[in-house]
């Protein structure tokens, strides 16, 4: 028996409970992992209200780090003392070990803790596919990303200082705004306080950016449109702060031919080499020092609820970990 964070419904933090569950044994092409630490992400929050619907009840989390204490038949990716990490489904990592599949696993380089890993795996990948896959970035472009000082955001000011982007950077306090600023955001904007879209023509001087890095959705979706420039690209990777409405494609034509995607970690990292690619590349960010990754708030494995009305509340920054 380990202990995990389960839910038997949607709704509010307080659906989640930490509960005794029987591991049983890994089955064919899976491992038992034990977790060191598990990462806490935005996305665990759509599962938990039911914004992206999952059968119950249901474990919660997506990332994790720890060592593989036992594997099932034909396991070749992985051994037994191994120390991994992953990020992605099947859903489960709130746990002190679990069972999953071992293709979904990399192995950590000895450089790597499991601290660092666990925060780091699904926000890292992120980033990387981001900024190398979905608008692959050269280096001299200003672009714009929201939530700077979030999990992802604040990889993201480091990693874009790095590959040479301008970044303008989208905060809701002005601590968030130094912070940002410290990790490497060039232009910083508080969008409580100031109309982004001006502030982002006036940093372009009128030109707008030619791609928009959007995880905030409904309140932020029309403004980031109107920041772009023609033949700009809307990466729109999230929904803080609610899911998009619908809207016509004319919003797109009438502002200069726009491109738009709506992508997911899951799809980038679905082919093993691909993972494997990617894990290679975040390692070699973080070994390098050109991105440290901030683990700015732990909480014990039973006081997630705690996390989630936090991160819900907006007063996290940077990443976040539940430590078993
Ligand atoms: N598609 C993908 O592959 C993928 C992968 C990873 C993450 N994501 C998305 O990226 C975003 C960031 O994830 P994260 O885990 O790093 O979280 P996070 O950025 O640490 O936290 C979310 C931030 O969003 C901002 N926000 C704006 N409006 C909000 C609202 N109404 N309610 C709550 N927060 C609001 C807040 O920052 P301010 O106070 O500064 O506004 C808050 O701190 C999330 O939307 C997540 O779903 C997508």
Redesign the pocket.
Known sequence: MVKAVRMHVTGGPEVMVYEDVDLGKPGPGEVLVRHKACG????DV?FRTGLYPQQLPAGLGMEGAGVVEAIGDGVTYVSVGDRVAYAGRPIGAYSEARIMPADNLVRLPATISFETAAAMM??GL?VQ?LFHRTFPLKGGETILF????????LIACQWARAIGVTIIG????DE?AALAKEHGCTHVIN??TENFVERVKEITGGKGVPVVYD???K?TFIGSLDCLAPLGMMVS??????PVPAFSLNELASRGSLFITR????S?TAKRQDLETMAAHLFSMVESGKVKIDIRQRYPLSEVAQAHRD????K?????LLIP
């Open positions: 806490l992400n935005y996305i759509y699904l926000q992120t596919y929201h939530a700077a000082a979030g999990g992802v955001g989208t905060v809701g306090s968030k969008y409580n995880s905030i959705g309140d990777f999230g929904n803080a702060s609610g992508p997911s970690l899951m980038y991160l819900e509340a907006r996290t920054t940077g990443s976040t």
